[in-house]
């Protein structure tokens, strides 16, 4: 193994526009293909991987340290647990992890994301070649195999494809990325018609769609609706016809809501409304639901509005922006 002194990833996290939830296993290997439309965000994760001065120890540092572990085993994290291990790194490293959004149960693939960044870091740290897919395959295997993490298979793509994308999964777990066809120039305008609000509440998306998995069967009706509603964002993305792509993003969202106790919240439903009643051509809730982000599609001299009333409410406006690039290497030594 030729190890490098440092290296450091960055990692997108992950807009929805419609389709989450067919990427669940208990959807699309009895019911598929799932679909959903994706975007990559100017925001995510950065991870760094350095040579330990103790080539026996490993130091992990996120919200806290796990400081002078002798085996990876003892490792608490375990995505950057189970990446070391897939990648063949046993001991000698500091792995750090920074975010740039509020992360922790927000509904922004943060937890995938933080996956696909660790692996491509120590991957790049031991030397190692790897490409999108490979990440993308990696990160689904750790989760949902190894971790039997509850979720879906999207954000680990969109955090290591980027861009904005219509997935597809099939049934035998096949997954294709087709990269939306809107130009510098479109991407810009639609830049400009994006709002996201952070509801200050966090919570376990695992425990969603772990109840969300036990109630696939009695509303493949609305599945199957959202499933088309993706088809139909891709084409009104890539026409950037946004009174069609606001539309499909509400009629999403109500579907959703149908999905699962707890998805949404009054405050939620309130918000939503609200930011309609002021000039949003549509919107929903990241990610499994109960809190985190709210998404919005608003004409650039309405936002003014959308955002005192969301404020009034006491949610926070973040920039955000799609971003074309996935998770990349920004600096080795």
């Given at each position: 193994m030729i190890a490098k002194k440092a290296v450091v990833s960055k990692t997108p996290f992950r807009l929805t526009f419609a389709g989450g939830g067919t990427d669940l296993p208990g959807y699309y290997r009895s019911h598929g293909p799932g679909a959903c439309v994706a975007g990559a965000m100017d925001k995510g994760i950065y991870v760094m991987v350095v040579q330990n001065f103790n080539e026996d120890e490993i130091r992990v540092s996120y919200r806290v340290t796990e400081d002078a572990k002798r085996s990876i085993d003892e490792i608490e994290h375990a995505s950057i647990r189970e990446s070391m291990r897939l990648v063949g790194i046993r001991s000698g490293v500091q792995v750090i992890t920074a975010t740039q959004m509020p992360s922790r149960g927000t509904g922004i693939g943060s937890s995938s994301s933080c996956t696909v960044g660790a692996l491509n870091a120590l991957h790049s740290w031991k030397g190692d070649r790897t490409g999108p897919r490979q990440l993308a395959r990696e990160a689904?295997?750790?989760?949902?195999?190894?971790?039997?993490?509850?979720?879906g298979i999207q954000d680990q793509y969109v955090a290591a494809y980027g861009g904005l994308n219509l997935i597809k999964v099939d049934p035998d777990g096949t997954v294709s990325v087709q990269s939306l066809n809107t130009d510098h120039e479109g991407l810009e305008d639609l830049n400009r018609h994006l709002m996201l609000f952070f509801t200050g509440i966090e919570r376990r998306s695992a425990e969603?769609?772990?109840?969300?998995?036990?109630?696939?069967?009695?509303?493949?009706?609305?599945?199957?609706?959202?499933?088309?509603l993706a088809i139909e964002t891709a084409r009104a993305l890539e026409k950037l016809d946004y009174p069609e792509i606001g539309r499909l993003m509400d009629e999403n969202w109500q579907l959703k809501k149908r999905l699962s106790n707890g998805i949404s919240t009054p405050m939620i439903d309130q918000a939503h409304e609200l930011a309609q009643r002021h000039g949003a051509l549509g919107g929903k809730l990241l990610g499994a639901g109960g809190g985190g982000f709210l998404f919005f599609l608003v004409p650039p001299d309405r936002q003014g509005d959308v955002k005192k009333a969301l404020e009034s409410l006491g949610l926070t406006r973040k920039s955000v922006r799609l971003d074309i690039e996935g998770s990349k290497i920004v600096h080795e030594e």
């Open positions: 689904v295997r750790i989760e949902r195999e190894v971790l039997q993490e509850a979720g969603i769609h772990t109840d969300q998995l036990g109630q696939i069967e009695s509303h493949l009706d609305e599945y199957d609706r959202m499933r088309t």
